[in-house]
Nanobody
């Protein structure tokens, strides 16, 4: 089992920045990839960014050039640096972990609100 604890959400003005963190604990030796998804009211959860155990990254087109995902393997922690935030980035952001046995774990979610 894996537990995910997220932090770093909050309220920010458009154009501002936030940094999200997600720390994994438990059976962390089998991590395949970690990433962030988000869900705004009335919409489906969507991929924001992901990073593999080897360091390969993947971003949604809507955040390319503004968001950066990184990973600190020694701490089993993934970060999402969000710059030039827009009101449409407002959502609950969820940390996601996939392990080598194709199991998926989700964090509890952290609210990001961008005011115009």
């Amino acid at each position: 089992q894996v537990q995910l604890v997220e932090s770093g959400g909050g309220l920010v003005q458009a154009g501002g920045s936030l940094r999200l963190s997600c720390a994994a604990s438990g059976n962390t030796f089998s991590i395949k990839s970690m990433g962030w998804h988000r869900q705004a009211p009335g919409t489906e959860r969507e991929l924001v960014a992901a990073i593999s155990s080897g360091g390969s990254t993947n971003y949604a087109d809507s955040v390319k050039g503004r968001f950066t995902i990184s990973r600190e393997n020694a701490k089993n922690t993934v970060y999402l640096q969000m710059n030039s935030l827009k009101p449409e980035d407002t959502a609950v952001y969820y940390c996601k972990l996939d392990d080598l046995w194709y199991r998926t774990y989700w964090g509890q979610g952290t609210q990001v609100t961008v005011s115009s």
